[in-house]
């Protein structure tokens, strides 16, 4: 069992950052790929970024390639979505998630196992 725990959301004006974090539970946090996904009001939840278990591949949307940057600290079972150029449309709130075994690379949202509660993120124009 996972849990985990996002925070670091906020608002802020468009062109800002936001520093997202989120901190698992337990003592196999190496064991697990760990995405971020986003989910606007009246939209369904979409990808944003994953990482592998050490970091070795990163995988981001189209629409925030250049910007987000994903990071994991396994020594502090801790993964980060750092975000730049914010744009009103990054407005979502932001789940990270975990995912043990996959099919294809990036896994898919259905794939994953676990989720967190979410951190709101708000950027104003």
């Known amino acids: 069992q996972v849990q985990l725990v996002e925070s670091g959301g906020g608002l802020v004006q468009a062109g800002g950052s936001l520093r997202l974090s989120c901190a698992a539970s337990?003592?196999?946090?190496?064991?697990?790929?760990m995405g971020w996904f986003r989910q606007a009001p009246g939209k369904e939840r979409e990808f944003v970024a994953a990482i592998t278990r050490y970091g070795g591949d990163r995988k981001y949307a189209d629409s925030v390639k250049g910007r987000f940057t994903i990071s994991r600290d396994n020594a502090e079972n801790t993964v980060y979505l750092q975000m730049n150029s914010l744009k009103a449309e990054d407005t979502a709130v932001y789940y990270c998630?975990?995912?043990?075994?996959?099919?294809?690379?990036?896994?898919?949202?259905?794939?994953?196992?676990?989720w967190g509660q979410g951190t709101q993120v708000t950027v104003s124009s």
């Open positions: 337990g003592r196999t946090f190496s064991s697990y790929v």
């Open positions: 998630a975990a995912v043990r075994a996959w099919g294809t690379w990036p896994p898919h949202r259905d794939e994953y196992d676990y």
